[in-house]
Every structure is written in structure tokens, then in C-alpha cells.
């Protein structure tokens, strides 16, 4: 993405988000329950949580679109309540839905956003075409936004954001809607922006999202923090493996998982067509021993092995919930 030119902060130490306790209240209802945070410079760093968790609200706090009830935040060095206008100055934020005017072509919407932030007569021009350039879009420069696909406009909306490069980007679902190809088009601009040196705090349900992106991951739910760390040491902060099994009846299903319910003492999962099952064991005896009972049982395997949970598997481990993965898969089936 060389057209996107880079952002040179003042030194402000190495985080680029540094938040303490966050709180924030709606009425009775607590969004979010005292949240830390450290996002280091330069890194993707993502927000994982179910429906309600209070990813969003988070974020628009240290956007300074929601003032915190409690708490302390820092974003590039200047404090959250005591100085908003700067903090505005170094970020920018594409929401879940695209903020663009559709009877406006993409270029026009990008030349009146330059224009906005100060950019006069040729110069808002060219900064509109290194975008559309950048963000494989010049060939529907003159195009109504109206007439994108889902793919564009959520391309364009990001390019809106970049007009002035920002120290943190922030993302808030941003692949929401669209199909896979022009999810991974995003997910390709969003490492280019990190290589870049934008820093890129992003929300996400979608649990390959946040392995294929983020450097670190925080899994929120009701409002609090609830684990931290790389893909690799959520994986390994269950502190357990999965048995997986692959059925030969799916039919036996009910019965299998009930077998495997008793011996391992933990919720079973099922694959969408419901063939697969997998659970957490506290050790290889304990999954040969629930093995044992589904022979015992005469459930016939085709297939079974015992490893590392897939992040999904850790999502539902820590807050009960299916990730956005899951639920996709299991509705398309």
C-alpha cells in the first residue's frame, strides 16, 4: 500500500492505547466492567467477544465518542478525558456500517472528506486518487457509491478513514456482511496499514479473523475481560487438550455426546452436520477412557485424535457461546 504515507507521532513510549479500569454504564446496565488494556505501537491487536460483550462500546470510548464512568485511557500519549481533541487528531474509526453518501462517486466522497480535513483544490484530488489507487478502487473512481458491492463500499469506507494516516485505526467489525473474497481483500489492506505503522485496534466475532490478524487477542464477555494473550497462548490457557471424534452413524449423535458428556464432564460440541463432536479432556487417559466408552457403547468411529483446541474451541470454553464462525457454519449447513 505505498501510496498510504506514514505517520510520525511524537514519542510517547511504546503503547499506543493505555487504559485502566474502563467502566461505562447505560442506566442499570454495566457495557463495560473495568477493562485494562496495552495495545503496543504498531500492532493489530483484536477484540473478540460474542453478541453484547461490550466490544463496541470500548471502543467508542477510547474514541472519545462515549465518556468512560470510571477509569483512566491513554491513545498516543494524550489522556482519553483531559485532552479529546488531541486524542481525535491521531486516530481514526470505520464503524460497523459504511459512513459514505451513495449518490456521491467514490472519488467525490473521498475529495470532499480531503477537503473536510484541509486538503485544497489539486492536492484533495490527488489525495483521493493515491487512495482509490491504494485501496484497488481507481477503476471505480467514477462510479456511485450506490452502485459498489459490499466488498468496495467497506474498502472505500477504510480509505475514508486514512485520509489523514492516522497513529491507531480503529475497526469495529470491520468484515461484517461481506462474502470471503472481499473479506480477505480487507484483511490483505489491514496488514498492509499495520506494516505501514499504523497501529490497528479491530472488534471481531469472527474467531479466523482474529487468528489470521491480530498479534494478541482479548476475549471480552459482559463487559469484562476475560482472557488475553497471542492465538497460541489462548489455545494453551485452557490447559487441556480436545478429543475429537468423527462418527460413522450421525444418527448416534445423542448418544455419543451423552457418553462423552459422562466421562469427560464437560458441554459436548457438534460440527454443523453433526458427524464430528469434540470436548475438552483433562489428559489423555481421561480421553482413552471416553473413547473406550463409545466402543463399549458399539458407536462406531471413523476417526478420532486428541490436540490442541482450535481457537473456536477456546472461544466457546471461555464464554459459552459459538464465535460467528461457528454459528455461519452451523446455519449454512
Known amino acids: 500500500m505505498s501510496h498510504i504515507s506514514s505517520f510520525s507521532p511524537r514519542n510517547s513510549g511504546t503503547a499506543a492505547i493505555d487504559a485502566r479500569g474502563l467502566v461505562k454504564h447505560f442506566g442499570d446496565v454495566t457495557a463495560v466492567a473495568g477493562i485494562d488494556l496495552l495495545v503496543p505501537k504498531g500492532m493489530i491487536f483484536a477484540i473478540l467477544g460474542p453478541n453484547g460483550a461490550g466490544k463496541t462500546t470500548l471502543m467508542r470510548m477510547l474514541a472519545t465518542l462515549a465518556r468512560p464512568d470510571s ?63 491504494a485501496f484497488d478502487l481507481a477503476a471505480a473512481a467514477a462510479k456511485q457509491v450506490k452502485a459498489y458491492s459490499g466488498g468496495m463500499r467497506r474498502r472505500l469506507d477504510i480509505a475514508a478513514s486514512l485520509i489523514v494516516t492516522p497513529g491507531v485505526l480503529f475497526l469495529d467489525e470491520p468484515t461484517t456482511g461481506l462474502d470471503p473474497t472481499a473479506r ?55 490447559g487441556s487438550g480436545f478429543v475429537h471424534v468423527s462418527l460413522a452413524d450421525a444418527s448416534r449423535r445423542a448418544a455419543a455426546a451423552a457418553v462423552l458428556e459422562k466421562e469427560l464432564g464437560v458441554e459436548i460440541q457438534q460440527s454443523a452436520e453433526g458427524a464430528e ?25 471413523t476417526d478420532f485424535s486428541m490436540g490442541q483446541p482450535s481457537l473456536d474451541e477456546v472461544f466457546f470454553a471461555l464464554t459459552g457461546e459459538k464465535s460467528r464462525d461457528a454459528e455461519e457454519e452451523r446455519m449454512s449447513a
Request: net charge negative; hydrophobic share 50%.
Open 71 to 133: 477509569g483512566t485511557a491513554s491513545v498516543m500519549g494524550h489522556d482519553l478525558v483531559s485532552e479529546p481533541d488531541a486524542v481525535r487528531g491521531a486516530i481514526a474509526m470505520t464503524g460497523q456500517f459504511a459512513s459514505l453518501d451513495e449518490d456521491l462517486t467514490g472519488r467525490e466522497n473521498l475529495i470532499l472528506l480531503a477537503r473536510l480535513w484541509g486538503f485544497k483544490g489539486r492536492h484533495a484530488r490527488e489525495r483521493a486518487d493515491d487512495l482509490l489507487a
Open 184 to 238: 480477505k481483500d480487507v484483511w490483505r489492506m489491514i496488514r498492509e496499514l499495520a506494516l505501514s505503522g499504523v497501529t490497528i485496534l479491530l472488534t471481531t466475532q469472527y474467531l479466523e479473523e482474529a487468528d489470521q490478524l491480530a498479534a494478541r487477542i482479548a476475549v471480552i464477555d459482559k463487559g469484562r475481560k476475560i482472557a488475553e494473550g497471542t492465538s497460541r497462548e489462548l489455545k494453551a490457557q485452557t
Open 277 to 301: 463432536l469434540s470436548a475438552m479432556a483433562g489428559s489423555a487417559e481421561a480421553a482413552n477412557r471416553a473413547l473406550a466408552a463409545l466402543i463399549a457403547q458399539g458407536i462406531e468411529l
